[in-house]
């Protein structure tokens, strides 16, 4: 059963780069047709997905965080990485990485990890 931890710092200064990690037990993040998720909850607000690196290593982000975002991954260390770049106090959210596949065109979330909180604050 695969399992999905995330970490790295709660506190970011705006205009930073915020980087997280997540590391992935029970299962290898090159097993063909995973999609590795980061979706991220504002307070009060709902779930944004923020995206993903394929089992190939190909990369596909949401059009609102392109220019801002990066997801790589470490093989050998099981580890998925998130980074992101001239933090607001918009970007305040719980970070969850999650394990998905798709059906058709939809791409369906599965295992998540526990999320960790981050806020942008000076």
């Known amino acids: 059963q695969v399992q999905l931890q995330e970490s790295g710092p709660g506190l970011v200064k705006p205009s930073q780069t915020l980087s997280l990690t997540c590391t992935v037990s029970g299962g290898s993040i090159t097993t063909n047709y995973y999609y590795w998720s980061w979706i991220r909850q504002p307070p009060g607000k709902g779930l944004e997905w923020i995206g993903y690196i394929a089992y190939t290593g190909s990369t596909y982000y949401s059009p609102s965080l392109k220019s801002r975002t990066s997801i790589s991954r470490d093989t050998p260390k099981h580890q998925l990485t998130l980074q992101l770049s001239s933090v607001t106090p918009g970007d305040t959210a719980v970070y969850y990485c999650?394990?998905?596949?798709?059906?058709?065109?939809?791409?369906?979330?599965?295992?998540w990890g526990q999320g960790t909180q981050v806020t942008v604050s000076s």
């Open positions: 999650d394990r998905g596949e798709y059906s058709g065109s939809s791409l369906y979330f599965g295992s």
